[in-house]
């Protein structure tokens, strides 16, 4: 079964960096988009940084822009979060979502980690 595996997740002083990694596996014949999500307390899950099955895209959400850094290794099945200037308002559970598309069905499936905490403070 598809399993997606989020790590790196720590405590950090602000304007400290973190680098997170998730690895996707069991599944094949399919091209993949990852993106990280966050969640802090009593908010909605939002959107971070989402990049695109070759690595040449990538999207962020405003208040990332400039400092966080999304990148994957396809050999890996691996994407990457690097985070720099952290602030307490990124402070987060941190959720890598996985959306497959097969290439001999085109059929489309979403698998979200079990995410990884975030903590900036000082």
């Known amino acids: 079964e598809v399993q997606v595996v989020e790590s790196g997740g720590s405590w950090v002083q602000p304007g400290g960096s973190l680098r997170l990694s998730c690895t996707a596996s069991?599944?094949?014949?399919?091209?993949?988009?990852m993106s990280w999500y966050r969640q802090a307390p009593l908010s909605q899950r939002t959107l971070v940084a989402s990049?695109?099955?070759?690595?040449?895209?990538?999207e962020y959400a405003n208040s990332v822009k400039g400092r966080f850094t999304i990148s994957r290794d396809n050999a890996k099945n691996t994407v990457y979060l690097q985070m720099n200037s952290l602030k307490p308002e990124d402070t987060a559970v941190y959720y890598c979502k996985l959306r497959l598309r097969n290439l001999i069905d085109h059929r489309e499936t979403v698998y979200w980690g079990q995410g990884t905490q975030v903590t900036v403070s000082s």
């Open positions: 069991g599944f094949s014949f399919s091209t993949y988009v």
């Open positions: 990049i695109n099955s070759a690595g040449t895209g990538a």
